[in-house]
């Protein structure tokens, strides 16, 4: 344990006293001051009284529903973590616990280092958000880890990787694709006390459904056709590092499950094999869906989204950070200019114009492509819009339709057109220019194969 200036306390809410007992053996070494409460009114009175840095609360009381004692906790101005205690199978309570705004559950009955472990990465957490309410007011940065940017919404993601990095915390990143999401990964290893373990990273939508289970978990000889050996798995690759899931979503239901055991418990299987192994991992993972989407509509497992949104990290699309696609801009004109070995040194005005116009659906990595293609297609000193790629300047070559009279709104109704088009001709314009090579458009589009087969399908085009 790191030494702190001040002794973390924790309060148990448990009105049977033998288990409070048990717990509190259980916590008897452990470096936090345990206060314990009967009753929701006691518990109240030790929260007025002292605080606690985390609260252990079994939700069954016998003077209030343990629910309402936990929002009411958690509505205070500097809430604790909660860690909430429920019965075997109340899985639906966790969930709605988790939704009220618990920070873990614990389920009956459970071993001594469960309840340490738990307690541990949530007292990490109240810690973590101590720290980035006094980082608010750290110096402002344009570039950290691999990132480019000033923009307000890119200090934040900035200051959230520095805290986050340094527990064990699970950290889920969402954002459009190109955004960033695997660089964003790999500052919190970077940056995190397993910097000298290994980083792995999968990317659950470019690997075939029947074969994901074994990219992560290993699988044995013979487990399937085509297995001729043994084969360890990222969870074992990962151990004592980092493991990345980018497209998180895209898993199907069982491996879900099997995650989650491993994400519970530290244990997992190899496919084939029924034998238990351990693994000593941090988990990032990523999406570019709406993940409370997909829980409500059924594709990804309630209980093992609010195990992964531990930490969430939201990154913005290009189009919302301003002069960051300028400072990207010319970042990547110098860099490619050094490689293909030509004479750039500025972008021209109305190449600024144009890259400020453009909506960049592909985000950070559609503006490396089209920075990169006008380099290899171009020379000169400076840039110009008529050396960028077509569809960044075509948005802005279509001639404004006059106004209606007194119509401003209608005109912008007409002149901005919908995204799902954009990206359609985006995709298709890539197809083409890869001469119909899907994966190498795909590779150029920062988007895995199966999301344009997927599209295509989607418009009957495939």
């Not at 007025?48 to 309402?68: H, N």
């Not at 920075?371 to 569809?391: C, F, K, S, W, Y």
């Amino acid at each position: 344990m790191h030494s702190h200036a001040r002794r973390e306390s924790v309060l148990l809410v448990e009105d049977t006293l033998a288990l409070a007992e048990l717990y509190r053996s259980y916590l008897r070494d452990a470096p936090w001051s345990v206060a314990h409460a009967q009753t929701a009114a006691e518990a109240r009175a030790v929260l007025a009284a002292s605080g606690a840095d985390a609260v252990l609360l079994d939700l069954r009381l016998p003077d209030a529903d343990g629910l309402e004692l936990l929002r009411e906790i958690r509505a205070a101005a500097k809430p604790p973590e909660v860690i909430v205690i429920t019965a075997n199978g109340s899985v639906a309570t966790a969930v709605a616990a988790m939704q009220a705004g618990a920070a873990d559950f614990l389920v009956k009955p459970f071993a001594q280092e469960r309840l340490l472990v738990t307690l541990r990465n949530a007292l990490e957490r109240a810690r973590l958000a101590r720290e980035v309410e006094t980082l608010k007011t750290a110096a402002e940065r344009s570039s950290f880890c691999g990132f480019i940017g000033a923009a307000p919404a890119m200090q934040a993601v900035y200051r959230i990787i520095e805290n986050a990095a340094a527990s064990k915390a699970t950290v889920f990143i969402t954002g459009e694709s190109g955004t960033g999401k695997e660089l964003a990964a790999e500052a919190v290893h970077r940056l995190s006390p397993r910097r000298e373990g290994p980083f792995v990273a999968i990317n659950c939508a470019a690997i075939p459904r029947e074969l994901i289970e074994s990219e992560v978990f290993g699988h044995v000889r013979g487990a399937f056709t085509g297995a001729v050996a043994d084969r360890a798995g990222a969870a074992a690759q990962a151990h004592g590092g980092t493991l990345f899931l980018d497209e998180i979503c895209e898993l199907d239901l069982a491996l879900q499950g099997k995650l989650l055991r491993f994400l519970q418990t530290g244990a997992y299987q190899r496919v084939g094999s029924t034998k238990l192994e351990q693994g000593d991992v941090r988990f990032v993972c990523a999406t570019n869906r709406d993940p409370l989407a997909e829980v409500k509509a059924g594709r990804f497992r309630e209980d093992l989204y609010y195990r992964l949104h531990v930490i969430p990290i939201e990154l913005p699309p290009l189009r919302e950070r301003g002069e960051d696609i300028l400072l990207l801009a010319e970042h990547f004109l110098a860099r490619f200019a050094e490689e293909e070995g030509k004479r750039f040194r500025a972008l021209g005005a109305d190449a600024r114009a144009a890259l400020m116009a453009h909506p960049w659906p592909g985000n950070v990595r559609e503006l490396e492509n089209a920075i990169r293609t006008a380099v290899v297609l171009n020379d000169g000193e400076t840039l110009t819009a008529a050396m960028l790629p077509q569809r960044v300047t075509m948005a802005r070559a279509a001639p404004a339709p006059p106004l209606a009279p007194g119509g401003t709104q209608r005109a912008a109704a007409v002149r901005i057109r919908p995204l799902a088009e954009l990206e359609r001709e985006a995709i298709e314009a890539a197809i083409s220019a890869c001469g119909g090579n899907i994966a190498q458009a795909a590779a150029a589009l920062g988007v895995s194969p199966s999301t344009i087969y997927r599209k295509r399908a989607a418009w009957g085009a495939g």
